[in-house]
């Protein structure tokens, strides 16, 4: 693969023009060789500042454009992810060590999102109630609520940022997108020129790469009425502590420790194989990963034995050189991490039965059987390709097991009686649970989100979006002006 054209964005980012950012920069780094790809300009305070003012300035005129066009320019955004996934996946897979089916299925799920974001417009946006007062008609009605500020990860970073993002402008926002440094082309530069090339009015989508400090200016700069995070649960913390001082709308999606729950009359070869891919998927990088397999005693042997042949058989390597199962790690700090958690589990007593044994930023799929609720491969999120099975013996102990974590995102039951499993499902402290499948699940059409340390209960997708992104008003309108006593 020749190295991807940089000079549109190197040094620069998007406030409806492309200027040069006045904070540092940055290599875009690729995962699987250390490569640097390109640099990357940060965005400083000065940049967020600047980018609010236009933002909120362009806004109320967007807003006001007919909802057709706005649906226009959306579906010229999902035809314009279609034209352009070859380049678009080609940065998927060399920024953030995505292999190509991954790649392939985030351009896809983005294109979707945008034409069902296109559908939001022509939507009904409030409702007519009755009124005591003679002559009085109350119109409930939602609202844009002005600048919409969106925080992305790196790991699904066109998906997670476009699905606040494509809603947020449907309904009439203009948005400030942060991508993360490490996914910042992929996850925003190529989606800044994409949306200027569909026409939205400019100034209505801004991009600014960048870290800590930039997400932290753009959520505490008082003319954003909005933040979208998604990311780790102690970021979102902080992001939630001051927006809630600032009055200020949040939505919080955050880290996952999901349970794949595996009962004694499962099809094991089915759960064996559903949990393969929660576990591994996009080297395990994913917050609904299958990070705790708790598996009844009976069939215990039998599921560690069938889940270890399925991930003796991934191959892992740079996805941009070959056909892998899994790429690299997204950065050293993540590798080492997930080494750490498998090391200090496997020190008190937990078996490495495949797997184990980092290369540089290279972890193999890995599974890990006598885990117990004490270990960090059970209580913290791994975020790698680990796969640790714990054992219980009642459904009751299944139950208390999966909700010991603070987290509580996506879970899975797997059972032959789809009444045991749903009586069990009902009763996990987990926003999304999924009966003989595996955790991670995502359809569009249908609310997405967490509970516990997992979120503050917002939700993208489906009729949670309107919800999400607007305000709500109340306008009485009197067809004559009246007396009062006094
Ligand atoms: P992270 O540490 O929370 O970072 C997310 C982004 O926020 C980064 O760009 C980070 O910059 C920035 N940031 C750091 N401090 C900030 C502050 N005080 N204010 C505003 N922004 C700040 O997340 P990560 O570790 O990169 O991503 C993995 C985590 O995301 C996992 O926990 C995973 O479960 C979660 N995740 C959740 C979902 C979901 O839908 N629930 C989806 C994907 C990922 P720096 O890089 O400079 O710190
Ligand atoms: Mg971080």
Redesign the pocket.
Known sequence: MNAPATSRWEGRIFLGDWVAARGSSLPVVEPATGATLGMLGIANGEDVDESVRIAAEAQPGWAATAFDRRAEILREVARLLKERAAELNDWNIRECGSIPPKAEWELQASYEQAHMAAAMPMQAIGQVFPSSMPGRSNYWQRIPIGVVGV?A????PLL?GLRSVLPALALGNAVIL?P???SAVCGGLLLAELFADAGLPQGVLHVLP????T??A??KHPGVGMIS????????R??GETCGRMLKKVAL????NNAMVILDDADLDSASSCAAWGAFLHQGQ??MQAGRHLVQRKVAGRYIELLAERAARLVVGNPAAGPVHLGPLINDRQAEKVEAIVQRSVAMGAKAVVGGNRQGRFYPATVLSGVTPDMPAFTD?I?GPVAPVTVFDSDEEAIALVNSSPYG?AAAVHGASAARALALASRLKSGMVHVNDQTVNNEFQVP?G?MGA??NGGRFGGPASFEEFTQSQWISVMERGIQYPF
């Not at 999606?253 to 996952?256: D, H, R």
Request: with cysteine; proline share 2%.
């Open positions: 925080i990860p790196w790991n699904f997670l942060k993360d440094a490490q960048g870290g800590g400090a997400g932290d753009l959520v995070f998604t990311g780790s649960t102690a970021v979102g902080q992001i999606e955050l880290g996952g994913i917050c999120e975020f995102l997405f967490g997992s979120g």
